[in-house]
């Protein structure tokens, strides 16, 4: 009797185990006030949050950005080689033009890749300039989301909201990839930090004792 009471508590006690695991909150990472889940799933593929940073301009803050891969990598070439889904994300911290944000995006990748690399997605360069022109303006808040699907392209989407063609090419997502981590990134800090590089704290300098 002794013995089959215990059974029966020991199942009710995993039972309301696995029921409170499953109802726990998904784990996140804040940046500048900004939540990001630790995973995201991208075509049904569960993709891990590798690193999350701030884009200044000067002193302004402008967006938080977020690099989501099938496994973490820590060197830029591992990431451009990476198989499987990626995603970019672009949470706004104040508002911007889309003619700025398309012009930002233009001209880090033009710094970010030489002439032979630019002229095999001159097109598809084109077609992503265009979709700034649908969109007035990005509004403090706003989720702009990149992604590469394997198998069908690059996706940008807006608020969830998809606002691009697809884009098939993956020389032209690793083009978008570059604007933050290629030689010269939009923000040498953001990269670190998508590389997912920790932060040393300031050092606070000693007074020299005599």
Known sequence: MNFRFTINRALVTAFIFSATMLSLPVRATEV???KLDETAKVANQELKLNGAGI???LFFKVYVAALYLSDKK???PQILAAPGAKRIHLVMLRDVSSEDFGQAFMAGMRKNSDMTE???IINQMMIFGELFASIP???KGDVLTTDWIPG???VCSLNGKKISQVIPDVAFYNALLKIWLGRSPADEKLKRA???EK???AVTPRTPTY
Do not use: F, H
């Open 194 to 196: 998508l590389l997912g």
């Open 74 to 76: 820590s060197t830029v």
């Open 137 to 139: 303006e990005l509004k």
């Open 55 to 57: 884009r200044y301009k």
């Open 32 to 34: 500048a006030g900004v």
């Open 199 to 201: 932060e040393e704290p």
């Open 118 to 120: 630019r002229a095999k």
């Open 152 to 154: 069908s392209g690059t």
